[in-house]
């Protein structure tokens, strides 16, 4: 058994969906990129990788 936890600000979330981790953390890199990086000197690329990367399954050959 694992305890993991999520602090934004002062608050600290004792559970934080996937998806909702996801999306902050994309919405916090995407600000960050917004205030700091110059777009008429820089270029920056996003590379993601598909959710079915974190499913488990014991059964090679039952996978999409």
């Not at 999306?23 to 990788?49: E, H, M, P, S």
Request: a negative charge; one cysteine or more; glycine letters at 4%.
């Amino acid at each position: 058994y694992r305890e993991d936890y999520y602090q934004e600000g002062n608050h600290v979330y004792q559970r934080l969906e996937v998806l909702d981790a996801y999306t902050r953390a994309l919405t916090t890199w995407a600000k960050w990129v917004d205030q700091k990086i110059n777009a008429d000197q820089t270029q920056v690329f996003f590379r993601g990788f598909s959710v079915t990367h974190f499913w488990y399954c014991s059964d090679p050959d039952s996978r999409i």
